[in-house]
Structure formats: structure tokens, C-alpha cells
């Protein structure tokens, strides 16, 4: 998701499951970070999540989280999408595998990185000080 001007666009992806299977071609989107853009990247196993009655967490409960708290840092906001989850999986077992990333430009140069944080439930984030550089 990409949150811009206070508009919240989506960014589909392309293709297969990253890690699925070897020599897989991918296709790719490009957008135009600007200041003040917040980008939340997430994997399925966040979106379909299920709480004890089966129902799935969805995109609408990240675009919650997102909206609520879109003009706090990215660090807030993936607090925001965490505790969100959490709540909604209270109870469920659940043994997907979880990804997200939030960043926050702040500048044409600089950008703000959510980082990783402890969960009860399984979450796997690679926020690594290259992530930061490659948003540069």
C-alpha cells in the first residue's frame, strides 16, 4: 500500500510466491516516492491471517491501522498493523509466516524504516541497514 497525499493507493504485485520455485520471472511496478509518503509492504500471511472464527485480518485491517495512524512515524504505524493483528488473531493458532515493512519518507534523501519488533505470534521482518540504503 502506498499512502500519498493522503490517499491510500494499492501496489499490486507480480507473478508467483517469492522463494517458490528457482528461475521464476517477475514483473514489476514503479511509483514515485515523495516526501511525506508512507509505504506499507506486507505478505499474505499478514492479510489472511484468521482469528478463531476463520475470519481473515484482510487488507482492510491493515488500511485501518494505516489510516488511523498515517501521519505518525513508521515505526507507529507498523505498532499500529501489529497490535491490529494481534488482536484480531487472539486465540487462533496460526502458523503462517508474517512480513511486513513500513517506510516513511522523509525527505528526497532520507527515509524512516520501521524496525523489527517482538511478537507472541510468528513474524519474520528483514529490515537490514541495506534496506535503508537501497530506499536512497
Same mark, same amino acid.
Given at each position: 500500500?502506498?499512502?500519498?497525499?493522503?490517499?491510500?493507493?494499492?501496489?499490486h504485485?507480480?507473478?508467483?510466491?517469492?522463494?517458490?520455485?528457482?528461475?521464476?520471472?517477475?514483473?514489476?511496478? $514503479?511509483?514515485q516516492? !515523495?516526501?511525506? /509518503?508512507?509505504? +506499507? #509492504?506486507?505478505?499474505d500471511?499478514? =492479510?489472511?491471517? &484468521?482469528?478463531?472464527?476463520?475470519?481473515?485480518?484482510?487488507?482492510d485491517g491493515?488500511?485501518?491501522a494505516?489510516?488511523?495512524?498515517?501521519?505518525?512515524?513508521?515505526?507507529?504505524?507498523?505498532?499500529?498493523?501489529?497490535?491490529?493483528l494481534?488482536?484480531?488473531? $487472539?486465540?487462533?493458532? !496460526?502458523?503462517? /509466516?508474517?512480513? +511486513? #515493512?513500513?517506510?516513511r519518507?522523509? =525527505?528526497?534523501? &532520507?527515509?524512516?524504516?520501521a524496525?523489527?519488533?517482538?511478537?507472541?505470534?510468528?513474524?519474520?521482518?528483514?529490515?537490514?541497514?541495506?534496506?535503508?540504503q537501497?530506499v536512497?
Amino acid at each position: 500500500l502506498l499512502l500519498h497525499e493522503g490517499q491510500l493507493q494499492p501496489i499490486h504485485s507480480h507473478g508467483m510466491l517469492l522463494g517458490v520455485a528457482d528461475g521464476v520471472e517477475y514483473g514489476s511496478s $514503479r511509483v514515485q516516492l !515523495s516526501e511525506g /509518503d508512507l509505504l +506499507v #509492504l506486507y505478505s499474505d500471511g499478514i =492479510s489472511e491471517a &484468521r482469528n478463531a472464527t476463520r475470519r481473515m485480518f484482510r487488507t482492510d485491517g491493515i488500511i485501518d491501522a494505516v489510516r488511523t495512524h498515517q501521519d505518525n512515524s513508521a515505526r507507529e504505524v507498523l505498532a499500529a498493523v501489529v497490535d491490529g493483528l494481534e488482536t484480531h488473531i $487472539r486465540g487462533a493458532d !496460526s502458523a503462517d /509466516d508474517r512480513s +511486513v #515493512l513500513v517506510v516513511r519518507v522523509q =525527505s528526497s534523501d &532520507r527515509a524512516s524504516l520501521a524496525p523489527a519488533g517482538n511478537l507472541s505470534s510468528p513474524l519474520e521482518r528483514s529490515v537490514a541497514d541495506d534496506a535503508l540504503q537501497a530506499v536512497h
